[in-house]
């Protein structure tokens, strides 16, 4: 008699309609394992446009536009090359940032890597956050998504750290389980969204510790999101305006996690274990 194949090794199975709840539980599961392995107890997750690149990057571009003598350049793409240049600070102090923190994160006196630099693991900002770490010797994480036209993730990633993910909220629970901080950068519907995510459980006071939110740079965040009409209108509490701090350069960022980090980490050394059990356990 022919053995039929055993339900969890069949593919057909897996990735059926009916198989849904196993494929949502490895996303938990598989991550959980690997963090434990890793001594991954907790993270400091940044935010921000995929679009970014860095100074480098942008001002070649800009440069070989410019020095096209067989074209004459569109005025178009140089003003957006332009723009693309200016934008690249916004990688630099990412990148730069983490490599602070990831730098003062080694000399804690813990068991366990506290605090790494964890991203969406693509390019911009993800990229120049998982960059900045990886220079400072630190591990770092990148949860990336699955998407068709999605490119792959940054190589700056350290190994073992880089998680594919089917599902979105999978992805959002892992950004926001481990998360100590939260640093957004200059972006777009997915830096909003997973933004007013993390706003919204913390307003509802559905994390069990505070998590602090930095947004970076004033300018370009006062142009997008006034939250005055908010207050105004009673869709949200003048208290909830103290959910986050506006920040303008690596240093002030720095600082800001570091007195928060530092007030938190105490707590939440004993905090992470009492959830997760096994996430933090020590050395054997």
């Given at each position: 008699?022919?053995?039929?194949?055993?339900?969890?090794?069949?593919?057909?199975?897996?990735?059926?309609?009916?198989?849904?709840?196993?494929?949502?539980?490895?996303?938990?599961?598989?991550?959980?394992r690997?963090?434990?392995?890793?001594?991954?107890?907790?993270?400091?997750?940044?935010?921000?446009?995929?679009?970014?690149?860095?100074?480098?990057?942008?001002?070649?571009?800009?440069?070989?536009?410019?020095?096209?003598?067989?074209?004459?350049?569109?005025?178009?793409?140089?003003?957006?090359?332009?723009?693309?240049?200016?934008?690249?600070?916004?990688?630099?102090?990412?990148?730069?940032?983490?490599?602070?923190?990831?730098?003062?994160?080694?000399?804690?006196?813990?068991?366990?890597?506290?605090?790494v630099?964890?991203?969406?693991?693509?390019?911009?900002?993800?990229?120049?956050?998982?960059?900045?770490?990886?220079?400072?010797?630190?591990?770092?994480?990148?949860?990336?998504?699955?998407?068709?036209?999605?490119?792959?993730?940054?190589?700056?990633?350290?190994?073992?750290?880089?998680?594919?993910?089917?599902?979105?909220?999978?992805?959002?629970?892992?950004?926001?389980?481990?998360?100590?901080?939260?640093?957004?950068?200059?972006?777009?519907?997915?830096t909003?969204?997973?933004?007013?995510?993390?706003?919204?459980?913390?307003?509802?006071?559905?994390?069990?510790?505070?998590?602090?939110?930095?947004?970076?740079?004033?300018?370009?965040?006062?142009?997008?999101?006034?939250?005055g009409?908010?207050?105004?209108?009673?869709?949200?509490?003048?208290?909830?305006?103290?959910?986050?701090?506006?920040?303008?350069?690596?240093?002030?960022?720095?600082?800001?996690?570091?007195?928060?980090l530092?007030?938190?980490?105490l707590?939440?050394?004993?905090?992470?274990?009492?959830?997760?059990?096994?996430?933090?356990?020590?050395?054997?």
């Open positions: 008699m022919d053995h039929q194949p055993l339900a969890y090794l069949s593919r057909e199975f897996v990735e059926s309609e009916d198989g849904r709840p196993v494929r949502l539980l490895a996303e938990y599961l598989e991550p959980l690997r963090f434990r392995d890793e001594q991954i107890q907790d993270t400091v997750v940044f935010f921000g446009s995929a679009r970014v690149t860095s100074r480098e990057r942008a001002d070649r571009a800009l440069r070989a536009l410019l020095g096209d003598r067989a074209h004459r350049p569109d005025d178009e793409a140089v003003a957006a090359a332009r723009r693309a240049l200016d934008w690249s600070r916004y990688y630099e102090d990412a990148r730069t940032l983490a490599r602070e923190l990831t730098t003062w994160t080694d000399t804690l006196d813990t068991p366990h890597h506290r605090f630099v964890c991203s969406g693991g693509g390019p911009g900002i993800m990229e120049a956050a998982n960059r900045g770490a990886s220079e400072a010797g630190g591990k770092t994480i990148g949860l990336n998504i699955r998407l068709p036209y999605e490119q792959g993730a940054n190589p700056y990633v350290s190994k073992n750290l880089h998680f594919e993910f089917h599902y979105f909220f999978m992805r959002k629970f892992w950004f926001a389980y481990l998360a100590k901080a939260l640093v957004v950068f200059p972006g777009g519907f997915g909003m969204d997973e933004l007013f995510e993390i706003l919204t459980l913390a307003q509802t006071k559905k994390l069990s510790k505070k998590i602090e939110v930095l947004l970076y740079g004033r300018e370009y965040w006062d142009r997008v999101l006034r939250f009409p908010l207050v105004d209108g009673g869709a949200i509490s003048e208290s909830d305006l103290s959910l986050f701090t506006f920040v303008d350069s690596p240093q002030q960022a720095f600082e800001c996690l570091k007195t928060h530092l007030d938190s980490c707590e939440c050394q004993h905090d992470q274990e009492k959830r997760t059990p096994g996430l933090a356990k020590t050395r054997t």
